[in-house]
């Protein structure tokens, strides 16, 4: 039957395409962001505010499920928390969240693993999803999209290998636990069908982008360093720094079958959402 979802971050990587995607398949989206557009077909546009919990009720109003992203702020549980009381309150029947490959490796002191924690036994039955590295990072990022365009993508990842994920197929597993019953209580760990290192994915990206493209390892220090300069608060600069100390450690290396299993079609391959793009960065 036909679900009304409220998707938060709706105009974000994820978020605006799992809007799409359930809206193509006849169900009502609240589409909630801080600064909201105008309505589109079955797609209504909601005000919606993390740091400003007046906003979680209306947003919550004859809502059957929520996807949710992981909130970067100095209090993120407390604010999934009252979010998801309110939506117990409103009666709102399932929640998919959006974790991280490494956030139930990171240590009891990564704000990611207080919030799944939270949600094992929280208001409202949850599904977790902990998508590895976004594919799209490498041609929606502003800055890894510039070092392809002028040759060098330099993060902090070390050697470390990763299983990187198309958030098409992200969007995917999203839509199937908003809308069907058995996914209530599970997580699911998303990859791509590949483990590869940084310079692996550069080079399958200038074979793509038909120029050189190399990967340079930055210093972890002097990563989170220039995201301060750059006006980033401290607790967003720590978070981006653990997300890559795990990567650096191989936390997100491993391959799954969850995405064909759920979806029952096999994840997009790094090479093949890098030929799509190509010209991108060219």
Do not use: C
Request: net charge negative.
């Amino acid at each position: 039957m036909p679900a009304t979802v409220l998707v938060l971050g709706a105009t974000g990587r994820t978020g605006r395409r799992v809007v799409s995607l359930l809206a193509e398949q006849g169900h009502t989206i609240r589409a909630a962001s801080r600064a909201p557009g105008s309505p589109e077909g079955s797609v209504t546009p909601i005000h919606f505010d993390w740091g400003d919990p007046a906003t979680y009720p209306p947003a919550l109003d004859g809502v059957d499920a929520i996807y949710q992203w992981f909130p970067i702020s100095p209090d993120t549980t407390t604010e999934v928390a009252a979010l998801l009381d309110d939506a117990k309150t409103a009666g709102v029947r399932r929640v998919v969240h959006l974790s991280n490959a490494t956030a139930q490796l990171s240590g009891e002191d990564f704000p990611m693993h207080w919030v799944e924690r939270y949600l094992e036994t929280g208001p409202v039955p949850a599904t977790i999803l902990r998508p590895n590295v976004f594919a799209e990072n490498f041609s929606e990022h502003p800055a890894i999209l510039q070092g392809i365009r002028t040759g060098l993508v330099s993060v902090p990842a070390g050697d470390g290998r990763v299983a990187p994920i198309s958030v098409e197929d992200i969007a995917a597993v999203a839509a199937v636990a908003l809308t069907e019953d058995g996914h209530q209580h599970k997580t699911y760990s998303l990859t791509g069908p590949d483990s590869l290192s940084f310079s692996d994915m550069a080079a399958i990206v200038g074979d793509a982008a038909g120029k050189p493209v190399r990967y340079q390892a930055m210093d972890p220090a002097e990563f989170r360093e220039a995201m301060l300069r750059g006006g980033i608060p401290g607790h967003v600069a720590d978070f981006y720094a653990a997300l890559y100390e795990g990567i650096r450690n191989n936390l997100a290396a491993d391959v799954t079958g969850e995405v064909q299993r759920i979806t029952g079609r096999p994840p997009v391959s790094f090479a093949d959402y890098a030929n799509a793009v190509a010209a991108l960065w060219r």
